[in-house]
């Protein structure tokens, strides 16, 4: 008997179909490859253009973001996985990280100003 | 994407008999497996992150200590791990056209991309190697480690004069110099103890996440090359479907985002 049920879920798609997904995978290439260009431009130039830097810290920060998104979503398949799954896999993660980066924030600017009074 | 879509009865779902996400039990562990690793990566950037703010005039700016770029002289900040990014992200393509190459049952184009994809992965990692190499060795001036640990920077060759650490560049020369010089060392280069860039604990955060991530993309490799052996023998043509290519392309995008963070965290921002 075979156990191995994996040949129920498997997806397969015709030479069409094939077409229109490699349009989307080098579409998503460009993007991101776009991303980047513009993140190593920017931390190239902020200075000489006169940026705030928190602008531009938080420019790479939301822009990492979208890549990211990209990749999980469409390379990585997510978006076009049952809701149930997507929340199952995103939102133990998320909750987690949120929790973690803000006690990082909070409590190593108090302990930086400890380290200004010893 | 594509392929079947069952209707779905949330009332007989989670009864048994199928698989409720709609996805076969070992991507399902891929994914879950991916979590993880992504709890382990996100605590080594926190804990950066944590240290990074706790000494933040002290910590040594990335763009200046990775200013190299093979066969180019001069300071060439942030233009290699670029390259190495764009190297990934173009594997990541490879891949996942490799993916979807299985769908359509494509024998050869699927080892055509996964080739690529594993020749990407190699270029990386020796990329890496590179970079690490660099920092090992450090430059020709090197640094100035005080009686108290701390690292200062020299203003230039005559090595009389320099900076202390911190934003306002505060230069000593002349006799104070001097007096200060007179038990330092030299260093040169960086490894878990010391560090001429300043902050060891900056290398040690480099060596570990950049390691860690280096390993990540070498087992990567490993397994893409385990399977692409597979694909030419044909085992996944007789199996019917290519769903092992599906799973090692989940754990190489996740390979490739994970440096999408290590980039901007450690590189950018």
Redesign the interface.
């Given at each position: 008997m075979d156990f191995d049920?994996?040949?129920?879920?498997?997806?397969?798609?015709?030479?069409a179909?094939?077409k229109a997904?490699?349009k989307i995978?080098?579409v998503i290439?460009w993007v991101?490859?776009g991303i980047?260009g513009v993140?190593?431009g920017l931390?190239?130039s902020w200075q000489s253009i006169g940026l705030a830097w928190a602008f531009v810290?938080w420019t790479?920060?939301i822009?990492?973001l979208i890549?990211?998104y990209y990749?999980?979503a469409y390379?990585?398949?997510l978006k076009?996985?049952?809701k149930?799954?997507i929340f199952?896999?995103a939102l133990?993660?998320l909750v987690?990280?949120a929790y973690?980066?803000v006690m990082?924030?909070t409590?190593?600017?108090y302990?930086?100003d400890i380290?200004g009074l010893i | 994407m594509a392929g079947h879509t069952p209707t779905v009865d949330s009332n007989t779902l989670w009864g048994g008999g199928i698989s409720p996400f709609n996805i076969s039990y070992g991507k399902i562990m891929m994914w879950f497996f991916l979590v993880s690793d992504a709890f382990t990566f996100s605590g080594l950037l926190v804990s950066y992150g944590f240290m990074r703010h706790s000494f933040v005039e002290s910590w040594p700016v990335a763009e200046r200590v990775f200013t190299h770029f093979p066969f180019m002289h001069g300071d060439h900040p942030l233009l290699y791990v670029a390259l190495m990014t764009f190297i990934l992200i173009m594997s990541s393509v490879t891949m996942v056209l490799a993916v979807e190459a299985g769908h359509r049952m494509d024998k050869n184009s699927v080892i055509k991309w996964m080739a690529w994809t594993i020749v990407g992965g190699l270029v990386f990692v020796g990329s890496q190697a590179w970079e690490w190499y660099h920092f090992i060795h450090g430059t020709e001036l090197g640094a100035l480690q005080l009686v108290d640990g701390t690292i200062v920077q020299w203003v230039n060759e005559a090595k009389d004069s320099f900076y202390l650490p911190g934003k306002e560049q505060i230069m000593i020369s002349g006799a104070e110099a001097v007096s200060m010089m007179k038990n330092g060392v030299e260093v040169y280069g960086a490894n878990l103890t010391v560090n001429e860039y300043g902050l060891p604990l900056f290398g040690d955060f480099f060596f570990f996440i950049t390691g860690f991530h280096g390993t990540h993309v070498f087992s990567g490799v490993v397994l893409n090359f385990i399977i692409f052996v597979n694909v030419i023998k044909g085992t996944y043509e007789k199996r019917g479907y290519y769903e092992m290519v599906e799973k090692v392309g989940l754990y190489w995008h996740f390979v490739d985002l994970v440096w999408v963070f290590v980039f901007t965290f450690f590189y950018l921002v």
């Open positions: 049920r994996t040949r129920e879920y498997v997806q397969h798609h015709s030479e179909e094939g997904q490699r995978i080098w290439f991101l490859l980047t993140e190593v931390g190239l810290k790479f920060i822009l990492t890549k990211a990749i999980v390379y990585m398949h076009h996985e049952y149930n799954f199952a896999v133990p993660y987690l990280v973690l980066i990082m924030l409590e190593a600017i302990v930086h380290h | -």
